[in-house]
Nanobody, 115 residues
Framework: VQLQASGGGFVHAGGSLTLSCASSGEKNFAIDDMGWYRQAPGKQRELVAR???????NYAHFAAGRFTVSRDNAPMAVTLQMHSLKPDDTAVYYC?????????WGQGTLVTVSS
């Protein structure tokens, strides 16, 4: 599984961004969960949102109500729509795909939110 993320950038507080992540590889059909983590400077990587193959979504408390995760299963891709962004949302965002209990990671995309 290879993941390619895109869509990061600079935005002012209150703005919106959409992150996309496309998956390629022969085992795409076996991917279960997909989603996004983020890592801010000096902090640990944390889950932002995830979505199962069936479309069940889970959100971190800071993402609920502002972020929306969605996915396509053919071709395999996951998207994160982010609204009402805050400076605290500044981080590198990583998409992931779970296959047979293992996480595969995209390369990370930087989101910078200015106050």
């Amino acid at each position: 599984v290879q993941l390619q993320a895109s869509g990061g950038g600079f935005v002012h507080a209150g703005g919106s961004l959409t992150l996309s992540c496309a998956s390629s590889g022969e085992k795409n059909f076996a991917i279960d969960d997909m989603g996004w983590y983020r890592q801010a400077p000096g902090k640990q990587r944390e889950l932002v949102a995830r979505i199962t193959f069936a479309g069940i979504q889970n959100y971190a408390h800071f993402a609920a109500g502002r972020f929306t995760v969605s996915r396509d299963n053919a071709p395999m891709a996951v998207t994160l729509q982010m609204h009402s962004l805050k400076p605290d949302d500044t981080a590198v965002y990583y998409c992931y795909a779970q296959l047979l209990g293992r996480h595969y990671w995209g390369q990370g995309t930087l989101v910078t939110v200015s106050s």
